[in-house]
């Protein structure tokens, strides 16, 4: 095994211990309220429980709980004991957990170098889960994203780099929570550099024009009711002068330019502005599907309005037989037939939330009260944050030190599978961690790499990363 890559784990393992080592654990609870005496029940084994040791602290039954954490800690507790010590100091002790890993170095300690190393410093992806359903006593605190207030759900907002897998923003809230609100409030941490990614929920002119005015970019689908211009090389003017408002941009008719378009065609229009009001100048990037593609578009429409008893109206049809994106980077950085690529990206955060559904079963609730539901999420998020963590530093040290490219999805499940022995070692020591990640490291070597079956690009080849690789490995040679 090389040093490199014995020294980058020692580094992760440390950061890990400082947030979960046991005493780590204790002091925390201590200053947050949830330790006040000795007792047989730590801090740690709460965090075994929510984290390392169970999945279903709100779907399994107390007694079942008790017996898990029996056998893997030696803590005797009984069903309604546990039940009281899920309380409001333990919620709160979980969430201040969370939000040190946050702050730990747990991501790589190198970004992936790639094409667009020079313009990006970050590719932000922002999006939310689905929101999924809880039972119905939770609707005053979590009410759901029907509509009706006797409904309740819970939405997990996520944004990342792409590049180091850092998680930037993570929220948990109601799942009737406007994604819209929550993405202007992600600006705050926007840097000059960022290439910012979301869909159309997040979609907002003013929110486009913050990124620009600090320096970052952005590529966005665009609305179909989103007006287009083009600034009017010759407009009317007042006696006086000025120039008449209404003349000075000529709107562009979508339907025409799609029309003039051939099936799978892609064209730009540069120097446009966009908004009836705002006029953000930006760069246009259509795209017009092909017969295939749109016919699946309007079945899986079909089966939108049908589930959510809506009717699209005709000429938004029409419109969506094409993809508009748009973008802030100027055509010597990003290429045309680049964006639609760069922006397919924003899928990779789907395959994480598909993860948390069907490897951590995040969604997985029953009645309980309301306290033992909380720990149940922030324990999740924990368990989810460092799985993710340790995903991405396999992903780099694979890459630098394998040149291989390793398969997210893959690495996710493997590295859950080693959460007991992760735990373990966090017992003991920052060596006896090293270990079990060097360990994982071999296994994920061996068993975790993309497979290249599939026709669809992956994120090393969107981003030039392998290539790039490649490339310098035979120069050196």
């Known amino acids: 095994m090389s040093r ?3 020294d980058e784990l020692t580094l992760f393992s440390q950061e890990l211990q400082r947030s979960l080592a046991p005493q780590a654990l204790q002091e925390l609870a201590k200053k947050v309220g949830f330790v006040q005496r000795t007792s047989k029940y730590q801090a740690k084994d709460l965090i075994a429980l929510c984290v390392w040791l169970s999945q279903k602290v709100a779907s399994t039954s107390l007694t079942q709980l008790c017996s898990c954490l029996e056998s893997s800690t030696g803590v005797l507790i009984s069903p309604e004991g546990l039940n009281q010590r899920f309380n409001p100091s333990a919620v709160k002790f979980l969430e201040q957990v969370f939000t040190s890993l946050l702050t730990q170095k747990l991501y790589a300690s190198q970004a992936l170098p790639h094409r667009y190393a020079s313009q990006f410093q970050r590719i932000r992806i922002l ?13 005053s605190a979590y009410q759901g994203s029907g509509g009706s207030s006797h409904t309740a759900g819970v939405k997990v907002q996520l944004e990342y780099d792409l590049l180091s897998g850092q998680f930037l923003h993570v929220h948990s809230g109601p799942g009737k929570q406007n994604d ?23 979609f907002d002119l003013k929110d486009l024009y913050q990124m620009g005015k600090k320096g970052a970019y952005y590529i966005s689908r665009l609305k179909l009711n989103t007006r287009i211009y083009l600034r009017n090389s010759n407009p009317e003017y007042f006696k006086n002068g000025t120039v008449k408002k ?14 003039q378009l051939k099936p799978g065609q892609t064209y730009e229009i540069s120097d446009v502005y966009i908004g009836q009001y705002q006029k953000l100048p930006t760069r246009v990037i259509i795209h ?3 017969e295939e593609q749109t016919r699946k578009r309007w079945e899986n429409q079909a089966l939108k309005e049908k589930k959510k008893g809506i009717v699209m109206k005709e000429r938004s049809k029409r419109l969506s037989a094409m993809n508009v994106y748009i973008t802030n980077a100027l055509p010597e950085d990003v290429a045309t037939e680049h964006v639609h690529d760069l922006y397919s990206l924003r899928w990779q955060i789907e395959l994480l939330f598909k993860t948390w559904k069907s490897f951590f079963e995040i969604d997985d609730c029953k009645e309980i009260k ?5 720990c149940h999420l922030y324990g999740q998020l924990i368990g989810i944050l460092l799985c993710s963590s340790t995903m991405f530093q396999m992903r780099q040290l694979l890459l630098i030190q394998k040149k291989r490219e390793l398969s997210e999805y893959k690495a996710i499940y493997i590295i859950k599978d080693y959460f007991l022995l992760l735990f373990q070692a966090i017992q003991k020591s920052t060596q006896e961690l090293s270990k ?5 490291f071999v296994l994920l070597q061996k068993n975790g790499r993309k497979s290249h079956r599939y026709e669809k690009k992956t994120v090393f080849d969107i981003l030039g990363v392998v290539y790039q690789y490649t490339m310098c490995h035979k120069s050196a040679a």
């Open 4 to 6: 490199e890559i014995s």
């Open 127 to 139: 999006d939310s889960t689905t929101s999924f359903q809880l039972p119905d006593m939770f609707a």
């Open 180 to 202: 819209k609100t929550y993405g202007s409030t992600c600006l705050q941490t926007v840097e000059t550099g960022d290439l910012c990614i979301r869909d159309l929920g997040y």
């Open 246 to 259: 209404q003349t000075e941009y000529i709107q562009l008719d979508m339907e025409e330019i799609m029309h």
């Open 288 to 290: 017009r599907l092909t």
């Open 370 to 374: 309301k306290e033992r539901l909380e």
């Open 436 to 440: 079990i990640l060097l360990r994982l």
